[in-house]
Nanobody, 124 residues
Framework: QVQLVESGGGLVQAGGSLRLSCAAS????????MGWFRQAPGKEREFVAA????????YYADSAKGRFTISRDNAKNTVYLQMNSLKPEDTAVYYC?????????????????WGQGTQVTVSS
């Protein structure tokens, strides 16, 4: 079992930056692919970014490309999402998730564990 705890959310002005962290419990963290998703009010949860277990390959939603960077530190059991040039439309609850298999990491149904989420609010 993997438990995930997100942190780093908050209120930021448009154009600003935030770094989200997701701390995982358990010695098996390095074997999991990790992803970040977000959910805005009244909308479905959508894919933002994902990274393979070694960190060698990452994937991004079109909305995140060029602005967000996903990374991980397996020694610290932590995955990060650096978000730059934030826009009001980035406002959402951000969730990290862990997947045992590297398969269609853009699909939320392929993840096995989820955190509780952290709120990101971008003001205009």
């Amino acid at each position: 079992q993997v438990q995930l705890v997100e942190s780093g959310g908050g209120l930021v002005q448009a154009g600003g930056s935030l770094r989200l962290s997701c701390a995982a419990s358990g010695r098996t963290f390095p074997s999991y692919a990790m992803g970040w998703f977000r959910q805005a009010p009244g909308k479905e949860r959508e894919f933002v970014a994902a990274i393979t277990s070694s960190g060698a390959i990452s994937y991004y939603a079109d909305s995140a490309k060029g602005r967000f960077t996903i990374s991980r530190d397996n020694a610290k059991n932590t995955v990060y999402l650096q978000m730059n040039s934030l826009k009001p439309e980035d406002t959402a609850v951000y969730y990290c998730a862990a997947a045992r298999l590297v398969y269609e990491l853009t699909r939320r149904n392929n993840y096995d564990y989820w955190g509780q989420g952290t709120q990101v609010t971008v003001s205009s």
